[in-house]
Structures are given as C-alpha cells and as structure tokens.
C-alpha cells in the first residue's frame, strides 16, 4: 500500500506556543489530503480536508484561524496549531487519498502534549 | 455517507478464523465498504474494500451480501498483532467525492 509520513510524531510544547505538522505522501501523489483529530478512547474526528493549491475545507466547529493548513505541493501538507492550549493536547492524524483509487492512507500520528 | 452499524467488541482466539460483521442498511449504489484497522496508538492502516463482489488480498477477505446491506471482514488465521479496532466505513470511492467518516467500530482482542 501506499506510505504516508508525519513529521514529528511526538511533540510536547507550552501554551501559547504555535507547532506545525508536517504530511507527506512518500510514493504517490495526492491532489486531497485529510486531517483528523483523535481524544483518548474516541474515534478519529475529521478536521478537515486540504487540496493542493486552494483553501482547506474544515469541518463544522473547527477553528480555521487556530489550525492552519497549507498543501503547497502534491506530497505535502501541513497543519500548524497557533496558540495551542492544553486542551488541544490530542492524537493528530493526516491521511492522503490516491487519485485513481480514491482508497486513503493514513500517516503514523502526531500526539501533542501542550502544557 | 451512509451509516454502518459494528458490535463494539469482539474476541478471537489465536489461530483461528475473526469473522467481523458490519452493517450497512442504507448504503447507496455507488458507494463502495471499506475496512480499516487502528492498533493502539498508530494511525489506522488499510485492510481492503469492495462493492458487491467478494474480495480477497493478503490480509482479509471481504464478503459482501447480495442485497450489499452488510458485509463480514474475515481474518482467517488471527495472531496477537491482530488485535486492534476494525473500522467498516462505507463511501463513494474514486476521484474526489466522500470523505471517510470513522464510527466507533469493533475492538478486536485476539487472545492465546
């Protein structure tokens, strides 16, 4: 199957602080990638959805100025939580789908700790 | 995209066949079942998915009803590292339409 990669997988940072995840898409191009969100013992939540080169569509309730996304090539996208507080402290998940297929791969996580 | 219905939990012992069932009762013609798996603390990795015929690969098999209202994801000789939460979601695939809405799905504890 295809490789996604996160970049860090592991982040600790203080409030206020800003922080950015970096996606990509080793093998494969990806016009559309996703980023989601996961609390312990919950499901993945869908933030949002990133096209290369245009806005990023975000889901209801989430906060487009707080998590900022660019997909500024086919294999990278990246999501940057401004003025993290320690209630964004979560498992982030980026995923890309392959054009043709439309099956998505899943990146290995991102667990942010903000204290 | 349309709803599936997942028994919370389930248990396997080692060796044998997992057989994980899923609902999809309102599913729409053109949307196809995907499986996913979560083990702890990972992003959730790629099992298979169909339309209405069966499929297999190197992981799982997938059979899908005639009536495609439900479908059953069978691991025939689940190990230890089997052991994870199995996500059923069903979507239109291809191009850019649908996006993968994840339920609760099955947490699959495979035991020696």
């Known amino acids: 199957g295809a490789v996604v990669s996160q970049h860090p997988s592991r982040v600790i940072c203080k409030s206020g602080t800003s922080v950015k995840i970096e996606c990509r898409s080793l093998d494969f191009q990806a016009t559309t990638m996703f980023w989601y969100r996961q609390f312990p013992k919950q499901s993945l939540m869908l933030m949002a959805t990133?096209?290369?080169?245009?806005?990023?569509?975000?889901e209801q309730g989430v906060e487009k100025d707080k998590f900022l996304i660019n997909h500024a090539s086919l294999t990278l996208s990246t999501l940057t939580v401004t003025s993290a507080h320690p209630e964004d402290s979560s498992f982030y998940i980026c995923s890309a789908r392959v054009l043709a297929s439309g099956t998505q791969y899943f990146g290995p996580g991102t667990r942010l700790l903000v204290l | 995209d349309a709803k599936t219905t997942q028994p919370p939990s389930m248990d396997c012992a080692e060796g044998r066949a997992a057989n994980l069932p899923c609902n999809h009762s309102t599913i729409s013609g053109n949307e196809y079942v995907y499986w996913y798996r979560q083990i702890h603390s990972q992003g959730p990795q790629y099992i298979i998915h169909?339309?209405?015929n069966n499929e297999t690969n190197e992981m799982a098999s997938l059979i899908i009803t005639e009536d495609r209202k439900s479908s059953t994801l069978i691991l025939p000789h689940a190990t230890l590292r089997d052991t994870a939460v199995y996500y059923c979601?069903?979507?239109?695939?291809?191009?850019?339409?649908?996006?993968?809405?994840f339920g609760k799905g099955t947490k699959l504890s495979v035991k020696p």
């Open positions: 990133s096209n290369e080169g245009s806005k990023a569509t975000y």
């Open positions: 169909g339309l209405k």
């Open positions: 979601i069903v979507r239109v695939a291809g191009g850019s339409q649908g996006n993968l809405i």
